[in-house]
């Protein structure tokens, strides 16, 4: 598909955003994000149900043209075609291949806000690294990161390792490996994620997840500790809850 076909399929996805906006949305979205970005004014199920549409009707996609197609769409400063770049990466993931991973960290840097770094992470860079392991480096290096959305990514990358049940004892090592020196960040939006994340481990390893919080309370945030046990049993929850207390008398966060 030559380069002007991919840009028309752009500008076709650009008016169908603009058919789907809901009056009065764009301006409520964009004060709750605090974004910088043009709003359209598009909930995200739509757009979901919009990329969905347009793969049935795409079919024979390439790697190189969903590529174009998410960059084009990524280039103006819109919020909701940003959101809908990401999610055609999202559809195409089996696509991709571990050089992408460049392209996923220049999209992750230029994100700015956890909306989108919440569609790009988990299903997208998240699905690579479980079909190509090698990329682990990549994200721990996210991870690493002192930018905010960048490190909230890499870590958020590893979600689909946690979830899964039988990819939670290959990944949750490395997770923790990755996380430890970061359970000191101040950031909300990086306690939360950790915190997320966790819980995800909970819903079939517990133990292991209980194991590894009683031997970090004592550097573990109250945010990242309450998102971690809610899905624990009261037996499990309640005295991490009060061992945190203990040792951090004065906490209120």
Not at 9 to 28: C, H, K
Not at 136 to 150: C, L, T, Y
Not at 229 to 237: A, F, G, K, N, W
Request: charged fraction near 30%.
């Amino acid at each position: 598909m030559e380069a002007a076909a991919v840009t028309t399929l752009a500008d076709q996805l650009r008016t169908r955003l603009d058919e789907s906006a809901v009056p009065g949305r764009a301006e409520g979205e964009k004060r709750y994000l605090k974004s910088d970005l043009d709003h359209v004014g598009v909930p995200v199920p739509a757009m979901r149900r919009m990329a969905r549409s347009f793969t049935r009707e795409y079919p024979d996609l390439g790697r190189d043209e969903v590529i174009r197609l998410a960059e084009e769409l990524w280039s103006r400063p819109v919020h909701e075609h940003r959101s809908l770049a990401l999610l055609v990466l999202d559809a195409h993931v089996h696509l991709l291949v571990p050089d992408d991973m460049t392209l996923l960290e220049r999209l992750l840097r230029q994100c700015h806000t956890w909306a989108h770094v919440d569609l790009l992470a988990p299903m997208v860079a998240g699905r690579l690294l479980l079909a190509h392991p090698e990329v682990e480096p990549v994200v721990r290096r996210w991870a690493a990161d002192e930018e905010q959305w960048v490190r909230r990514g890499g870590l958020l990358s590893f979600l689909l390792g946690l979830r899964q049940e039988t990819e939670f004892p290959r990944w949750f090592p490395v997770f923790g490996e990755v996380v430890d020196p970061l359970l000191t960040d101040n950031r909300f939006f990086v306690r939360k994620a950790i915190g997320w994340l966790l819980r995800e481990g909970t819903k079939h390893h517990p133990e292991s997840v209980v194991r590894w919080l009683a031997d970090r309370l004592d550097r573990a945030s109250g945010l990242t500790l309450r998102e971690a046990v809610r899905r624990l049993p009261e037996s499990d929850r309640t005295p991490l809850l009060a061992a945190h207390a203990a040792l951090h008398p004065r906490l209120r966060h």
